[in-house]
T-cell receptor, first 115, second 112 residues
Framework: DTEVTQTPKHLVMGMTNKKSLKCEQH?????MYWYKQKAKKPPELMFV???????INESVPSRFSPECPNSSLLNLHLHALQPEDSALYLC??????????????FGSGTRLTVV | SQKIEQNSEALNIQEGKTATLTCNYT??????LQWYRQDPGRGPVFLLL?????KEKRKERLKVTFDTTLKQSLFHITASQPADSATYLC???????????FGKGTKLSVKP
Protein backbone atom coordinates (compact mmCIF):
# COMPACT_ATOMS: atom_id res chain seq x y z
CA ASP A 1 0.00 0.00 0.00
CA THR A 2 1.65 3.23 -1.14
CA GLU A 3 -1.16 5.63 -0.47
CA VAL A 4 -2.30 8.20 2.03
CA THR A 5 -6.08 8.05 2.39
CA GLN A 6 -8.05 11.07 3.54
CA THR A 7 -11.70 11.22 4.50
CA PRO A 8 -14.01 12.87 3.83
CA LYS A 9 -13.19 14.24 0.38
CA HIS A 10 -15.57 17.16 0.83
CA LEU A 11 -16.92 18.78 3.99
CA VAL A 12 -19.26 21.69 4.51
CA MET A 13 -19.62 22.88 8.08
CA GLY A 14 -21.14 25.75 9.96
CA MET A 15 -19.12 27.99 12.21
CA THR A 16 -20.53 26.35 15.34
CA ASN A 17 -19.99 22.76 14.20
CA LYS A 18 -17.40 20.25 15.36
CA LYS A 19 -15.98 17.93 12.73
CA SER A 20 -12.91 15.80 12.18
CA LEU A 21 -10.70 15.07 9.21
CA LYS A 22 -9.06 11.67 9.04
CA CYS A 23 -5.87 10.45 7.44
CA GLU A 24 -4.45 6.94 7.20
CA GLN A 25 -1.27 5.41 5.81
CA HIS A 26 0.13 1.89 5.94
CA UNK A 27 3.58 2.48 4.52
CA UNK A 28 5.29 2.35 7.89
CA UNK A 29 6.10 6.06 7.71
CA UNK A 30 6.88 7.56 11.11
CA UNK A 31 6.33 11.20 10.13
CA MET A 32 2.90 12.61 9.31
CA TYR A 33 1.87 16.12 8.41
CA TRP A 34 -1.12 18.38 7.98
CA TYR A 35 -0.96 21.07 5.31
CA LYS A 36 -3.45 23.76 4.35
CA GLN A 37 -3.75 24.98 0.78
CA LYS A 38 -5.70 28.00 -0.39
CA ALA A 39 -6.61 28.52 -4.03
CA LYS A 40 -3.65 29.33 -6.30
CA LYS A 41 -1.21 29.06 -3.38
CA PRO A 42 1.27 26.32 -2.44
CA PRO A 43 0.56 24.05 0.54
CA GLU A 44 1.50 25.52 3.92
CA LEU A 45 2.54 23.39 6.87
CA MET A 46 0.26 23.26 9.90
CA PHE A 47 1.49 20.36 12.06
CA VAL A 48 4.20 17.70 12.09
CA UNK A 49 4.03 14.43 14.00
CA UNK A 50 7.10 12.33 14.52
CA UNK A 51 6.66 8.88 16.09
CA UNK A 52 3.12 9.88 17.08
CA UNK A 53 4.32 12.96 18.95
CA UNK A 54 3.62 16.52 17.88
CA UNK A 55 6.92 18.09 16.89
CA ILE A 56 5.84 21.23 15.04
CA ASN A 57 2.82 23.47 15.40
CA GLU A 58 3.17 26.33 12.94
CA SER A 59 1.28 28.86 15.07
CA VAL A 60 -2.04 27.34 14.06
CA PRO A 61 -5.15 28.67 15.89
CA SER A 62 -6.50 26.43 18.63
CA ARG A 63 -9.71 25.85 16.67
CA PHE A 64 -7.59 23.27 14.81
CA SER A 65 -6.61 20.37 17.06
CA PRO A 66 -4.45 17.53 15.71
CA GLU A 67 -4.33 14.02 17.09
CA CYS A 68 -2.20 11.01 16.25
CA PRO A 69 -3.82 7.92 17.82
CA ASN A 70 -1.23 5.53 16.36
CA SER A 71 1.50 5.34 13.75
CA SER A 72 -0.99 4.88 10.91
CA LEU A 73 -3.66 7.43 11.76
CA LEU A 74 -3.77 11.20 11.92
CA ASN A 75 -6.83 13.27 12.75
CA LEU A 76 -7.54 16.98 12.59
CA HIS A 77 -10.37 18.10 14.85
CA LEU A 78 -12.17 21.26 13.82
CA HIS A 79 -14.25 23.51 16.04
CA ALA A 80 -15.66 27.02 15.67
CA LEU A 81 -14.01 27.60 12.31
CA GLN A 82 -14.23 30.81 10.33
CA PRO A 83 -15.13 31.18 6.64
CA GLU A 84 -11.50 32.08 5.91
CA ASP A 85 -10.54 28.57 7.05
CA SER A 86 -12.14 27.20 3.90
CA ALA A 87 -9.35 25.46 1.99
CA LEU A 88 -7.97 22.13 0.82
CA TYR A 89 -6.51 20.26 3.79
CA LEU A 90 -3.78 17.83 2.89
CA CYS A 91 -2.30 15.02 4.89
CA UNK A 92 1.18 13.75 4.04
CA UNK A 93 3.68 11.24 5.32
CA UNK A 94 7.38 10.51 4.96
CA UNK A 95 9.66 7.79 6.27
CA UNK A 96 11.11 10.01 8.97
CA UNK A 97 10.91 13.68 9.84
CA UNK A 98 13.46 15.73 7.95
CA UNK A 99 14.50 12.81 5.77
CA UNK A 100 12.46 13.17 2.64
CA UNK A 101 14.92 11.42 0.38
CA UNK A 102 12.10 9.35 -1.05
CA UNK A 103 9.71 12.26 -1.21
CA UNK A 104 6.59 12.91 0.75
CA UNK A 105 3.36 11.05 0.00
CA PHE A 106 0.28 13.25 0.00
CA GLY A 107 -3.36 12.31 0.25
CA SER A 108 -5.95 13.70 -2.15
CA GLY A 109 -7.11 16.16 0.45
CA THR A 110 -10.35 17.26 2.08
CA ARG A 111 -12.05 20.24 0.48
CA LEU A 112 -13.44 22.15 3.47
CA THR A 113 -16.05 24.87 3.16
CA VAL A 114 -17.06 26.84 6.25
CA VAL A 115 -20.41 28.60 5.98
CA SER B 1 15.59 35.05 4.47
CA GLN B 2 15.85 31.62 2.87
CA LYS B 3 13.69 31.52 -0.23
CA ILE B 4 12.66 29.06 -2.87
CA GLU B 5 11.13 30.69 -5.91
CA GLN B 6 9.40 29.67 -9.10
CA ASN B 7 9.18 32.91 -11.00
CA SER B 8 6.92 31.71 -13.81
CA GLU B 9 3.31 31.41 -12.71
CA ALA B 10 2.30 29.84 -15.99
CA LEU B 11 3.88 28.23 -19.03
CA ASN B 12 2.03 27.44 -22.25
CA ILE B 13 3.61 25.16 -24.82
CA GLN B 14 2.66 23.10 -27.85
CA GLU B 15 2.35 19.33 -27.66
CA GLY B 16 5.60 17.57 -28.52
CA LYS B 17 7.82 20.41 -27.34
CA THR B 18 10.05 20.36 -24.27
CA ALA B 19 8.75 22.22 -21.23
CA THR B 20 11.38 23.78 -18.96
CA LEU B 21 10.45 25.01 -15.50
CA THR B 22 12.78 26.93 -13.20
CA CYS B 23 13.27 26.86 -9.44
CA ASN B 24 15.68 29.30 -7.76
CA TYR B 25 16.85 29.38 -4.17
CA THR B 26 18.52 32.16 -2.21
CA UNK B 27 20.38 32.57 1.08
CA UNK B 28 20.96 28.89 1.72
CA UNK B 29 22.34 25.72 0.16
CA UNK B 30 19.83 22.86 0.11
CA UNK B 31 21.17 19.33 0.27
CA UNK B 32 18.48 18.35 -2.23
CA LEU B 33 15.41 19.66 -3.99
CA GLN B 34 12.17 17.88 -4.74
CA TRP B 35 9.69 18.29 -7.59
CA TYR B 36 5.99 17.54 -7.34
CA ARG B 37 3.04 17.56 -9.71
CA GLN B 38 -0.34 18.77 -8.53
CA ASP B 39 -3.61 18.44 -10.40
CA PRO B 40 -6.59 20.68 -9.48
CA GLY B 41 -8.24 19.63 -6.24
CA ARG B 42 -5.71 16.86 -5.61
CA GLY B 43 -2.65 16.49 -3.41
CA PRO B 44 0.88 16.92 -4.78
CA VAL B 45 2.51 13.82 -6.24
CA PHE B 46 6.24 13.32 -5.76
CA LEU B 47 8.14 13.12 -9.05
CA LEU B 48 11.88 13.49 -8.55
CA LEU B 49 14.51 14.42 -6.01
CA UNK B 50 17.94 15.72 -6.92
CA UNK B 51 20.86 16.07 -4.53
CA UNK B 52 23.31 18.97 -4.61
CA UNK B 53 26.11 16.69 -5.80
CA UNK B 54 24.04 15.38 -8.71
CA LYS B 55 24.09 17.38 -11.90
CA GLU B 56 21.16 15.64 -13.50
CA LYS B 57 18.52 13.02 -12.81
CA ARG B 58 16.08 11.41 -15.24
CA LYS B 59 12.84 9.49 -15.02
CA GLU B 60 11.16 8.54 -18.27
CA ARG B 61 10.39 11.88 -20.03
CA LEU B 62 11.37 13.93 -16.98
CA LYS B 63 14.77 15.43 -16.32
CA VAL B 64 15.92 17.57 -13.40
CA THR B 65 19.17 19.48 -13.12
CA PHE B 66 20.81 21.15 -10.14
CA ASP B 67 23.25 24.03 -10.62
CA THR B 68 24.75 25.14 -7.31
CA THR B 69 26.59 28.01 -9.00
CA LEU B 70 23.40 29.51 -10.38
CA LYS B 71 21.45 28.36 -7.30
CA GLN B 72 18.91 26.89 -9.62
CA SER B 73 17.12 23.66 -10.52
CA LEU B 74 15.56 23.12 -13.92
CA PHE B 75 12.74 20.64 -14.56
CA HIS B 76 12.26 19.42 -18.10
CA ILE B 77 9.44 17.43 -19.68
CA THR B 78 10.38 16.19 -23.12
CA ALA B 79 7.83 15.32 -25.83
CA SER B 80 5.16 17.02 -23.74
CA GLN B 81 1.56 15.84 -23.91
CA PRO B 82 -1.74 17.49 -22.93
CA ALA B 83 -1.88 15.01 -20.03
CA ASP B 84 1.22 16.73 -18.62
CA SER B 85 -0.84 19.86 -17.97
CA ALA B 86 -0.73 20.50 -14.22
CA THR B 87 0.95 22.68 -11.63
CA TYR B 88 4.54 21.72 -10.87
CA LEU B 89 5.96 22.55 -7.47
CA CYS B 90 9.58 22.77 -6.40
CA UNK B 91 10.20 22.06 -2.71
CA UNK B 92 12.94 21.91 -0.11
CA UNK B 93 13.03 20.68 3.44
CA UNK B 94 13.31 23.49 5.98
CA UNK B 95 15.54 21.52 8.31
CA UNK B 96 15.68 18.45 10.50
CA UNK B 97 12.14 19.13 11.66
CA UNK B 98 10.80 18.18 8.26
CA UNK B 99 9.05 21.33 7.19
CA UNK B 100 8.59 20.86 3.44
CA UNK B 101 8.57 24.32 1.92
CA PHE B 102 7.13 24.80 -1.55
CA GLY B 103 7.69 27.34 -4.26
CA LYS B 104 4.56 28.99 -5.60
CA GLY B 105 4.39 26.53 -8.48
CA THR B 106 4.25 26.85 -12.25
CA LYS B 107 1.05 25.97 -14.06
CA LEU B 108 1.93 24.14 -17.25
CA SER B 109 -0.56 23.99 -20.11
CA VAL B 110 0.24 21.75 -23.08
CA LYS B 111 -1.91 22.49 -26.12
CA PRO B 112 -2.65 19.83 -28.74
Amino acid sequence: DTEVTQTPKHLVMGMTNKKSLKCEQHMGHRAMYWYKQKAKKPPELMFVYSYEKLSINESVPSRFSPECPNSSLLNLHLHALQPEDSALYLCASSQLVGQGLYGYTFGSGTRLTVV
Amino acid sequence: SQKIEQNSEALNIQEGKTATLTCNYTNYSPAYLQWYRQDPGRGPVFLLLIRENEKEKRKERLKVTFDTTLKQSLFHITASQPADSATYLCAREGGSQGNLIFGKGTKLSVKP
